[in-house]
């Protein structure tokens, strides 16, 4: 090929670069409310109206990233979009639950969903466990992990149960386990029914990896809970159908770090460099996982 045919195709991949490129420009920028999160938000929800107001809405947890003072507060912000100002507002928010879940760790769960069919739509929110240790040696050893606020369908911007003070409770909450000072890090929620048995169940894929035979982890775990209730009574009950811990292809394998849902299958990801990264797949079949 002589020189001018080289020519020709370099013009060629350079004019089609050009063509096909593109820049997407900001069209708005979102920042808490106070400035306070050094480490800003660690995950979101977009793409509802669930005020049905017209108005599209933005839901994002900070998240903590080098144990810096506002970081370690696990929050939640309901951003509302201003057609007059163009610009996003701060129209709601909320602290999680002090005592129950002091602080919390590096890349909170975030997802949402109907699982009770009321209607009312739910976040669920997975705070990643903080626990105690020498700086902080007197914090809840077994915190909440799943935290779940339903809109209260009644027109306002609000999310979970009014406590009466300006402040919110969650409608339903739990720390999937009993245990104290257990390492659980769901990393990310999915909510789907792989069972097919009519109940959406809270899929999530656990951080935590095992290091050696006498370390335990989850893996992955599938949750489902009984309901939501609109006052947060306390009166749901959740139910662990299925967890990694104690199966044995799971043993040794590493963190765990993206989970997916395809029929009665769900996948766990595992970041094991070193062993050689796998994708684990746990089935459901004949009344079983």
């Known amino acids: 090929m002589n020189r001018l045919a080289y020519l020709f195709i370099f013009l060629f991949i350079v004019s089609s670069s050009l063509i096909f490129s593109q820049t997407i420009p900001r069209v708005a920028e979102i920042t808490d409310p106070a400035g306070l999160e050094e480490g800003g938000f660690g995950n979101g929800i977009a793409g509802v109206d669930w005020d049905q107001d017209g108005l599209p809405e933005i839901y994002a947890c900070n998240t903590n990233m ?96 009014s406590d ?34 009519g109940t959406e169940e809270l899929i999530f ?23 939501i209730p609109d006052f947060g009574s306390g009166t749901e009950t959740w139910t662990v159908e299925f967890s990694g811990m104690s199966d044995v292809n799971l043993d040794s394998t590493g963190a765990k770090y993206d989970v997916a849902v395809l029929n009665n299958f769900v996948y766990v990801f595992d970041a094991n460099l070193t062993g050689g990264s796998k994708v684990w797949p746990v089935r459901y079949s004949s009344g079983s996982w």
């Open 66 to 161: 080098v144990d810096r003072t506002n970081e370690l507060v696990p929050k939640i912000y309901k951003f509302e979009w201003n057609p007059v100002t163009s610009e996003w507002d701060s129209v709601w928010g909320v602290v999680a639950p002090v005592t129950l879940i002091d602080l919390q760790n590096t890349w909170p769960a975030f997802a949402y969903g109907d699982v009770d069919k009321d209607g009312k739509s739910e976040i669920f929110w997975g705070p990643v466990n903080f626990l105690p240790d020498n700086t902080f040696p007197n914090i809840n050893p077994n915190p909440l992990r799943v935290i779940v606020y339903e809109y209260p369908d009644d027109g306002s911007d609000n999310m979970g149960v």
């Open 205 to 227: 894929a656990d951080r935590i990896g095992v290091t050696d035979t006498s370390d335990v982890a989850w893996h992955v775990g599938i949750l489902s809970v009984s309901d």
């Open 164 to 197: 009466g003070l300006g402040g919110f409770l969650p409608n339903a909450s739990t720390s999937i386990v009993n245990s104290d000072n257990f390492e659980l890090r769901p990393l990310r929620f999915i909510i789907a029914d792989p069972d097919n048995d």
